[in-house]
């Protein structure tokens, strides 16, 4: 039987959408996950997708009730661009959500006012989870570092959400490091084209396409995985492309650490995952570009929540919307 809703414990709820699996879970208001689900998407688009998170976001609200929980706030990661004045989202690798109305979809389904709902980009959750239960805890000015099949940060100052004037903020793929420029920059700029994981492949088979030797890697045949392991068997493809990277990255934090003055960057993603073993070399190169007292500040650190960390930062920033926190 289910208590009076003056008896119910507070909870908020979270929602995780990835390119292809959707998370979702109810948190206690000290953080702790209470109940947790997951599916397989497929990235199916349109309606179609904006019905599965409207599905989960209902499942986990009728669970919460059944077990004596009060859903207080919801938080939605998208794995895009939140466009919080027209109440939009655009996700790139989900179809038909150039401008998709999710905001709308959710709170025509819950139909209860009372319960603010907050959408944000997956970068930006991805910092805020990390400020709630991962390594950014205390901090008031942080980044998350997010490098996977493309490259971009959330960015925390002063306890805030850096978002801009569209919610495009953070989107340092296209921070301009090197001259001349490229019209291969255009899609996803310079640095996401060097030093993302798709960056990381295409470079590798590049160079074996022009004639560099490598015992490891074939040039159709390249994954950022196949790079790693390379790397570790002192492949000198793997070595020139990676050891690229590390520049590209470290000039990065540079950038950020000269223009925003963090306490920590986070770095997180697909990429790292093996890259951790280059912090302290992605640390040394930023030392050479930055400004000299803040770079003496910062730590570089690695995400303690890893795949978990838009999931949790999508319940805290429902807690932070309830709570004004």
């Known amino acids: ?20 699996k959707l998370s979702g879970a109810l948190f206690s208001i000290d953080g702790e996950p209470i109940h947790r689900t997951e599916i397989q998407h497929g990235a199916k688009g349109g309606v179609e997708t904006g ?19 009060r859903v207080e706030s919801i938080g939605i990661c998208i ?7 027209q109440r939009t989202v655009w996700a ?26 907050s959408i944000e980009s997956d970068r930006n959750c991805y910092i805020l989870g990390e400020m709630w239960k991962g390594n950014a805890r205390q901090c008031s000015n942080a980044i998350f570092m997010a490098i996977g099949t493309g490259i971009g940060i959330g960015i925390v ?38 030093a993302s994981g798709t960056g990381i492949a295409r470079k590798a088979a590049n160079l074996i396409k022009q004639g560099a030797k490598s015992e490891y890697l074939n040039a159709d045949q390249i994954s950022v ?26 000039m990065a934090v540079a950038n950020l650490v000269s223009l925003l003055n963090p306490e920590k960057i986070i770095f997180g993603g697909g990429v790292f995952g093996p890259a951790i073993q280059f912090l302290d070399d992605i640390y040394e ?12 500040q910062v730590k570089l650190e690695t995400s303690a929540l890893q795949g978990d960390a838009g999931l949790y930062g999508a319940g805290y920033m429902a807690i932070r919307n309830e709570f004004m926190l």
């Open 1 to 20: 039987m289910v208590k009076t809703t003056d008896s119910m414990q507070r909870v908020v709820l979270g929602i995780d959408l990835g390119g292809t």
């Open 51 to 69: 019905s599965l998170v409207v599905k989960m976001v209902l499942d986990l609200k009728s669970h919460a009730q059944d077990h004596a929980y």
């Open 79 to 85: 794995p895009g661009i939140s466009n919080q004045e």
């Open 92 to 117: 790139p690798n989900i179809p038909e959500w150039e401008a998709y109305p999710l905001y709308k979809e959710l709170r025509d389904a819950i139909n209860n006012p009372a319960i603010p709902i």
């Open 157 to 194: 100052s002063n306890g805030q959400i850096i978002n801009g004037m569209n919610g495009i903020s953070g989107a340092i793929g296209w921070m301009a490091l090197d001259r001349p420029y490229s019209k291969e920059y255009e899609p996803c700029g310079q640095l996401e084209f060097h």
């Open 225 to 250: 995985r196949n790079v790693f392991s390379a790397y570790a068997a002192h492949d000198p493809v793997a070595v020139e492309v990676l050891e690229k990277c590390i520049e590209y990255w470290g």
């Open 285 to 296: 190169e930023a030392c050479k570009w930055a400004q000299p007292i803040s770079i003496q």
